[in-house]
């Protein structure tokens, strides 16, 4: 019995009571779905009606109507949604609106059809929203139904969906495919990186790179190609490079909206490095150029909560959460509940994320990654370990092999375990992200094994990375390292 238990407290029950669909049987119920609904259009008959959605409080509609949407502002933004750059929400959402009228009016406008789905991708990305999804779908597959030949536009949308909905093998297949209609259309080649990261072929999301810098783009978009360089080598563990390129790219974004989207991203990287002041002036900076940045006010609670400012914590997550109510945010504020003692909240945001998670994958979101990583520290480990290995066999991708790992270790089979955890930090092995995490989650399975030497060298690399990774485990890293008969880095003082 280890001397030192490290299994979390938590409702101690699994977070869905029967495991959804079989990923399969949902892709192709959702694939027959389109086809039926699509089929009309193509064919001149039905068209594709929605209900009328009442927005947020936080994408207010356009007073003057979808109609006033048009001219140099509705061209800039549908150049953005194409693109797939960074656009504000409330542009957003009068985009949408005027595509919408523009396919009731015009049913075979396969270009319309594909800016409708692309910018439905696009507000899942800000909103969450998840009945976005089949509206994305049945728009995009509209356009390809309208016209097949060489609709990149399309293709790309569809393969930015599937990503959006962790389905990389999809993502990867949509985004080839747009590639070989339009080999020198930049804006496929990041939803390509993140599918073949998705989908653990590191060598082939660093080729995409190459080839996406290869690129002559406009100075419009080289923000957004550095950004994205920025991101690739994040994963390689270069951080100073990551930095650079995208402290360039937020000098140089020319949107309110995407200087926000780059800013969060620097936030990021000075939050995985523990730097929780530079972290929350960045993630600051974003908030105000853009008040929609969901991902950045969590990132100010993150931050807020590591200096010891509790209260402002938990405001800057209900505000990310109002904006884009995620399970991902949600068992974060809920972890950080649990870890202020305060259990009744703790339990309303675990059973707030089986919600929402309940949402998503009737959506056709591949969840399962999420739902192993909260059954392996809150619920039923054993479950976690069925998913992830799924999970593991379709998408082989350094954040799978770490949740999978740490699955394995909460139910007992540490051997097997540390195999997992050696793939997610250990370079030569395809992990080359430098994450606290990580590093904290293999060290403790080092420990259970009785590796002391290895074990206490990953729990030091943990805490030196970021002393603040998590509000649940970084006190228990500084407690196994301290048993270890290491004096663990002193904590700095909030504030």
Same mark, same amino acid.
């Given at each position: 019995?280890?001397?030192?238990?490290?299994?979390?407290?938590?409702?101690?029950?699994?977070?869905?009571?029967?495991?959804?669909?079989?990923?399969?049987?949902? =892709?192709? &119920? #959702?694939?027959? *779905?389109? $086809? @039926?609904?699509? +089929?009309?259009?193509? %064919?001149? !008959?039905? /068209?594709?009606?929605?209900?009328?959605?009442?927005?947020?409080?936080?994408?207010?509609?356009?007073?003057?109507?979808?109609?006033?949407?048009?001219?140099?502002?509705?061209?800039?933004?549908?150049?953005?949604?194409?693109?797939?750059?960074?656009?504000?929400?409330?542009?957003?959402?009068?985009?949408?609106?005027?595509?919408?009228?523009?396919?009731?009016?015009?049913?075979?406008?396969?270009?319309?059809?594909?800016?409708?789905?692309?910018?439905?991708?696009?507000?899942?990305?800000?909103?969450?929203?998840?009945?976005?999804?089949?509206?994305?779908? =049945?728009? &995009? #597959?509209?356009? *390809?139904? $309208? @016209?097949?030949? +060489?609709?990149?536009? %399309?293709? !790309?949308? /569809?393969?930015?969906?599937?990503?959006?909905?962790?389905?990389?093998?999809?993502?990867?297949?949509?985004?080839?495919?747009?590639?070989?209609?339009?080999?020198?259309?930049?804006?496929?080649?990041?939803?390509?990186?993140?599918?073949?990261?998705?989908?653990?072929?590191?060598?082939?999301?660093?080729?995409?790179?190459?080839?996406?810098?290869?690129?002559?783009?406009?100075?419009?978009?080289?923000?957004?190609?550095?950004?994205?360089?920025?991101?690739?080598?994040?994963?390689?563990?270069?951080?100073?490079?990551?930095?650079?390129?995208?402290?360039?790219?937020?000098?140089?974004?020319?949107?309110?909206?995407?200087?926000?989207?780059?800013?969060?991203?620097? !936030?990021? /990287?000075?939050?995985?490095?523990?730097?929780?002041?530079?972290?929350?002036?960045?993630?600051?900076?974003?908030?105000?150029?853009?008040?929609?940045?969901?991902?950045?006010?969590?990132?100010?609670?993150?931050?807020?909560?590591?200096?010891?400012?509790?209260?402002?914590?938990?405001?800057?997550?209900?505000?990310?959460?109002?904006?884009?109510?995620?399970?991902?945010?949600?068992?974060?504020?809920?972890?950080?509940?649990?870890?202020?003692?305060?259990?009744?909240?703790?339990?309303?945001?675990?059973?707030?994320?089986?919600?929402?998670?309940?949402?998503?994958?009737?959506?056709?979101?591949?969840?399962?990654?999420?739902?192993?990583?909260?059954?392996?520290?809150?619920?039923?480990?054993?479950?976690?370990?069925?998913?992830?290995?799924?999970?593991?066999?379709?998408?082989?991708?350094?954040?799978?092999?770490?949740?999978?790992?740490?699955?394995?270790?909460?139910?007992?089979?540490?051997?097997?375990?540390?195999?997992?955890?050696?793939?997610?930090?250990?370079?030569?092995?395809?992990?080359?992200?430098?994450?606290?995490?990580?590093?904290?989650?293999?060290?403790?399975?080092?420990?259970?094994?009785?590796?002391?030497?290895?074990?206490?060298?990953?729990?030091?690399?943990?805490?030196?990375?970021?002393?603040?990774?998590?509000?649940?485990?970084?006190?228990?890293?500084?407690?196994?390292?301290?048993?270890?008969?290491?004096?663990?880095?002193?904590?700095?003082?909030?504030?």
């Amino acid at each position: 019995m280890c001397a030192l238990d490290n299994r979390q407290s938590g409702p101690g029950t699994s977070l869905l009571a029967e495991p959804g669909p079989p990923r399969r049987r949902r =892709r192709v &119920l #959702r694939r027959l *779905l389109v $086809v @039926a609904l699509a +089929g009309g259009v193509a %064919a001149g !008959g039905t /068209l594709l009606l929605w209900p009328h959605e009442p927005h947020r409080a936080a994408a207010p509609r356009p007073a003057a109507g979808p109609r006033a949407f048009s001219g140099a502002r509705a061209a800039a933004v549908q150049a953005a949604v194409l693109d797939g750059l960074p656009a504000a929400l409330p542009d957003l959402t009068s985009l949408i609106g005027a595509r919408e009228l523009r396919v009731r009016e015009r049913p075979k406008d396969a270009a319309a059809w594909a800016v409708l789905g692309a910018a439905y991708v696009a507000r899942i990305g800000r909103t969450g929203g998840t009945a976005d999804y089949p509206k994305a779908e =049945r728009a &995009l #597959r509209t356009s *390809l139904q $309208v @016209a097949a030949k +060489g609709n990149a536009e %399309a293709l !790309g949308g /569809l393969a930015a969906l599937a990503n959006a909905r962790r389905d990389f093998a999809e993502a990867r297949r949509f985004g080839e495919e747009a590639l070989k209609a339009a080999p020198k259309r930049w804006s496929t080649y990041p939803v390509l990186i993140d599918a073949c990261n998705g989908l653990g072929d590191y060598k082939a999301a660093r080729s995409a790179l190459d080839k996406l810098m290869g690129l002559k783009v406009g100075a419009a978009v080289k923000p957004a190609v550095r950004a994205r360089a920025s991101a690739v080598y994040r994963d390689r563990g270069w951080r100073e490079d990551a930095v650079a390129q995208v402290t360039d790219a937020a000098a140089a974004a020319r949107t309110p909206a995407e200087q926000a989207a780059y800013l969060t991203q620097a !936030g990021q /990287l000075a939050w995985e490095r523990g730097d929780r002041e530079d972290a929350l002036r960045h993630f600051g900076a974003a908030v105000r150029l853009d008040g929609d940045q969901a991902t950045a006010r969590a990132g100010q609670g993150r931050a807020l909560a590591a200096l010891g400012r509790t209260r402002e914590a938990l405001a800057a997550y209900r505000e990310a959460l109002a904006h884009r109510p995620t399970p991902q945010v949600t068992l974060e504020l809920a972890e950080l509940y649990e870890s202020l003692g305060m259990d009744r909240q703790a339990h309303t945001q675990y059973g707030l994320m089986r919600t929402q998670v309940e949402k998503e994958l009737a959506a056709g979101v591949d969840d399962d990654l999420l739902i192993g990583q909260y059954e392996a520290d809150h619920g039923d480990p054993e479950e976690g370990v069925q998913r992830l290995t799924a999970e593991w066999e379709r998408q082989p991708g350094i954040e799978v092999a770490d949740a999978l790992g740490w699955a394995l270790h909460r139910a007992g089979d540490d051997q097997e375990a540390l195999r997992y955890a050696s793939i997610a930090t250990d370079s030569t092995k395809g992990g080359g992200v430098r994450s606290a995490l990580y590093a904290f989650h293999r060290g403790m399975v080092e420990r259970e094994l009785g590796e002391d030497a290895p074990a206490r060298r990953h729990l030091q690399d943990a805490l030196r990375l970021n002393p603040f990774f998590s509000p649940l485990q970084a006190p228990v890293a500084r407690s196994a390292l301290a048993a270890l008969g290491e004096q663990p880095p002193e904590e700095p003082l909030p504030g």
